[in-house]
């Protein structure tokens, strides 16, 4: 099956920063999404985006399918931020997801 | 509210006993799963339904039962559990490959 990697495993940020998630994966896909598991354990859909850049507020994610990785950026982060980061992919086998490990994203005051 | 609900939130049980779950969605998705995630937070696919019908079934124990009344509906059943179940179990639904929407999980503690 396919394997997702994400990195880093742990990143402690002061509020106010930015910061890049990564995402990689072994083989080809036609769907991937980045959720935010907040301290509270909700699973937050946070972009479809098998292909291309989105923005949603403060939040943009880029995925180069061809290069088989994403980035999620985080810009001006506040301590809401805070929680997992996964990434979860899909090939052609429908529409189970695979998903990474997560990144644990801790932002300070 | 539309949205994907579990019940219940929190389950504490005896080793040996029979639970079940339920998890209902008004998004009028087509396709249903089961996710566990363990004590690390690894996130692992269970079973998923799609319209009804069992379309994912990895390698749990048979004593994992789905059950899909409706293409609302789609409760997980565990027989004689043991202390290695305790986990928390994510109900999810999609609209075929589309973006997943996730309850808000049940966490099961099994002593």
């Known amino acids: 099956g396919i394997q997702v990697e994400q990195s880093p495993p742990d990143l402690i940020l002061q509020e106010g920063a930015n910061s890049t998630l990564r995402c990689n994966f072994s083989?080809?896909?036609?769907?991937l999404q980045w959720f935010h598991q907040n301290p509270w354990g909700q699973l937050i859909n946070l972009f479809y985006i098998p292909s291309g850049t989105k923005q949603n507020g403060r939040l943009s994610a880029t995925t180069v399918a061809t290069e088989r990785y994403s980035l999620l950026y985080i810009s001006s982060s506040q301590t809401t931020d805070s929680g997992v980061y996964f990434c979860a992919v899909g090939g052609s086998s429908g529409s189970r997801l695979t998903f990474g490990e997560g990144t644990q994203l801790t932002v300070n005051p | 509210d539309t949205a994907v609900s579990q019940t219940p939130k929190y389950l504490v049980t005896q080793m040996g006993n029979d639970k079940s779950i339920k998890c209902e969605q008004n998004?009028?998705?087509?396709?249903m799963y089961w996710y566990k995630q363990d004590s690390k937070k690894f996130l692992k696919i269970m079973f998923s339904y799609n319209n009804k019908e069992l379309i994912i079934n990895e390698t749990v124990p048979n004593r994992f039962s789905p059950k899909s009344p409706d293409k609302a509906h789609l409760n997980l059943h565990i027989n004689s559990l043991e202390l290695g179940d305790s986990a928390v179990y994510f109900c999810?639904?999609?609209?075929?490959?589309?973006?997943?929407?996730f309850g808000s999980g049940t966490r099961l503690t099994v002593v």
């Open positions: 999810a639904s999609s609209h075929a490959r589309g973006p997943y929407t």
């Open positions: 083989d080809s896909v036609n769907n």
């Open positions: 998004l009028g998705h087509d396709t």
